[in-house]
């Protein structure tokens, strides 16, 4: 059967495997997407699971925190140069505060009408691809993050403490903040190991089992190998696993907890967002 170089492209860009790799896979699974991504994972040609983020789409992400509410939007537009207009950025920053005041989902009239009133002005299509609200306790803290001049990541972090005057704590400050710098540079997919889905728990380990049998490694080693494995990958996309962004030596979670004894309490990292604009969401 044939390939299409846009499936093997959509492949490529997925797994960051080699475009011969991609071609023989899905020729193997006879067209069918996911099983050549599954291939490709067995062997050890891809990452496993571990979305790439690939631009399709111009925009810009704005963040808003007021009080105990943030908010993190994508404003998406067709030019890089309408994403960098000042107007245009007016507008995301505007429906941002917007939102996050009146507590608007992202179809709200109120958030549209802006939209259109800009695009009338600006005269480029442009629209809300996503928008989401987060809000915090007594106990929590909020902090945002965007990364860059071209507003292309933007950034939700949200601790927890077990004492309120905490958050007044300047170290505890820093390290929010630093939580938000952290997932913008290694933008976990969970927060914890406890947090990932089953089934996909179940499909790493399956694929990790099929690498060992590759390696002609004896059955009763293979659990052992699959677990190791698994508790690495944990390490590369759950937030509290992975090293921190300032410590490589340190986990999250054991920065969170050294950053708690220091303050005189329990610090925690309850929740974040990541948004990287013009991102593939399929």
């Known amino acids: 059967m044939a390939v299409s170089a846009s499936n093997v492209k959509k492949l490529r860009d997925k797994t960051g495997a080699g475009m011969m790799e991609c071609k023989k896979a899905l020729l193997e699974a006879e067209g069918d997407f996911d099983k050549a991504e599954r291939i ?16 399709t789409d111009e925009g810009r992400i704005f963040t808003k925190v007021h009080g105990k509410k943030a ?13 960098r207009n000042d107007k245009f950025q007016a507008m995301g920053e505007a429906i941002v505060t917007e939102a996050v005041e009146h507590n ?5 009239d109120e958030l549209q ?46 601790i927890g403490v077990d004492n309120p005057e905490l958050l007044e704590n300047a170290t505890v400050k820093q390290f929010a903040f630093d939580c938000a710098l952290h997932v913008a540079a290694f933008r976990p997919q969970f927060l914890n190991d ?15 089992r099929a690498q060992a049998q590759k390696l002609g490694k004896p059955e009763k080693v ?13 390490s590369e996309i759950c937030l509290l696993q ?19 004894n220091e303050a005189g309490g329990t610090v925690t990292v309850k929740d974040y967002r990541y948004y990287m604009a013009g991102e593939d969401l399929s």
């Open 40 to 55: 490709l994972k067995e062997l050890g040609l891809a990452a496993a699971a571990k979305r790439q983020g690939r631009a």
């Open 71 to 83: 908010g993190i939007l994508e404003l998406s537009c067709e030019t890089d140069f309408v994403a």
């Open 104 to 108: 608007l989902g992202p179809d709200a």
């Open 113 to 158: 009408a802006k939209v259109k009133e800009a695009v009338s002005t600006i005269k480029e299509n442009m629209g809300i691809r996503r928008l989401e609200l987060m809000s915090a306790d007594d106990h929590e803290l909020i902090v945002d993050y965007i990364h860059g001049d071209a507003g292309s990541i933007g950034v939700l972090a949200k």
């Open 194 to 208: 406890q947090t990932v889905p089953k089934e996909y728990v179940e499909e790493q380990r399956q694929v990790f």
């Open 222 to 234: 293979l659990d052992g190998i699959v677990t190791g494995k698994l508790k690495k990958h944990f």
């Open 242 to 260: 992975q090293s921190f962004v300032k410590d490589d030596k340190r986990t999250v979670e054991a920065v969170a907890k050294e950053v708690g």
